[in-house]
């Protein structure tokens, strides 16, 4: 057997010295000192909730590998949680606290006094029970009802929660997509909406830019359902309408963009700044996109009215979009939506190969 070498990171600091009844410490915040050489590990650290600590029971030597644990069965230390341990490696999940410099505030860590800190790690969450039922069961509701928690998040009306998951389909987070999210979320509410993507709700966007993401997501009116209408008006509004007509437009009023601007100012400054600079100071820039994330949220808790305005309309609903048959290019030979291929001296071509000659 080969020895593997493993030098600390840091220390854990509490007020327990001595060998203690477990629970006693964990009912204690500790403090975990990161060492100078490692400190570029804990970046971003704060935006993790939960960590598990890897750390060395520096005063434990009894390594038999099976004993009475603290409940009094006898069970081998792989099936316990024993200190003593072949290895004499502690891992414990905890919640961080708080963070300063080098050093977490952590709750629910049992080790002593002076510990030695061989790694930090995210926990990985997903696997504890009480996730993992919750998902069980979601996975089955889901499977009937798969727009159900955005609707449950509109009844709440959390904008912010609806934000984060849009992100997920728009990749950042931006005043726009806020505001895709605030005046969609909206007008849902107001008809009364729910949306199944079979086209009997209708989305008509006059905008392809930020905000079209986030009327799609609460909407359910997309591109790839045929629910989602496109008007290349470069306007920042949206219709959300049932199929006989009836529906509400919801339109950014032309002040709304002065409105955001004023109301993030530190947000501009920064932009400003680095525009301004050939070099972009990391710091700096680190900043402008914590400020740029704030704004976005910000923008969601600004009042509706102070940003957009409301009509009631009827509009011309084009028919349900047709179930057509495939036909297939004679050049390619893959099928083609019938109605979009080119016929020419009686054969078939998809746009493509008649267009680039292949
Ligand atoms: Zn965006
Ligand atoms: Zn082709």
Avoid at 56 to 81: I, K, M, P, Q, Y
Avoid at 298 to 306: A, M
Avoid at 323 to 335: Q, R
Wanted: charged residues 25%.
């Amino acid at each position: 057997m080969h020895t593997i070498n493993l030098n600390p990171v840091g220390i854990v600091k509490n007020n327990f010295d001595n060998p203690t009844a477990f629970n006693e410490i964990k009912a204690q915040p500790s403090t975990i000192i990161i060492y100078n050489e490692f400190a570029e590990a804990l970046t971003n650290i704060d935006e993790v909730k939960y960590l598990d600590i890897v750390f060395n029971f520096h005063l434990s030597n009894n390594n038999a590998l099976a004993h009475t644990t603290h409940f009094g069965d006898f069970r081998g230390v792989f099936a316990s949680r024993s200190p003593f341990r072949p290895n004499l490696i502690g891992v414990t999940s905890v919640k961080l606290i708080s963070r300063e410099g080098n050093q977490l505030v952590v709750e629910g860590l049992d080790a002593l006094n002076n510990t030695p800190v061989l790694d930090i790690k995210s926990s990985d969450t997903s696997l504890w029970p009480e996730n993992n039922n919750a998902t069980q069961l979601q996975k089955e509701l889901l499977k009937k009802r798969p727009r159900m928690e955005i609707e449950k998040l509109i009844a709440k009306n959390d904008l912010e929660t609806l934000m984060i998951k849009a992100a997920q389909i728009h990749g950042h987070f931006c005043p726009g997509l806020a505001m895709g999210i605030m005046a969609a979320t909206y007008a849902m509410r107001e008809l009364e909406a729910q949306s199944d993507g079979m086209e009997d709700l209708l989305a008509i966007t006059e905008t392809n830019n930020c905000m079209a993401d986030g009327v799609q997501y609460i909407t359910g009116c997309t591109f790839g359902n045929n629910a989602l209408i496109f008007h290349d008006y470069g306007k920042t509004a949206f219709t959300l309408t049932h199929r006989d007509g009836n529906g509400i437009r919801v339109a950014a009023k032309p002040e709304s963009q002065k409105v955001i601007r004023q109301k993030f100012t530190g947000f501009n400054q920064l932009f400003d700044e680095l525009v301004a600079e050939q070099n972009h100071d990391p710091e700096k820039v680190a900043l402008y996109k914590k400020a740029a994330i704030e704004r976005s949220f910000g923008t969601l808790k600004l009042p509706f009215n102070d940003l957009f305005k409301v009509e009631n309309v009827e509009t011309d609903i084009p028919r349900y979009a047709p179930i057509k048959n495939s036909v297939y290019c004679s050049v390619c030979g893959e099928s083609i939506m019938e109605g979009k291929e080119l016929i020419v001296d009686e054969k078939i071509f998809c746009i493509p190969c008649r267009r680039y000659n292949k």
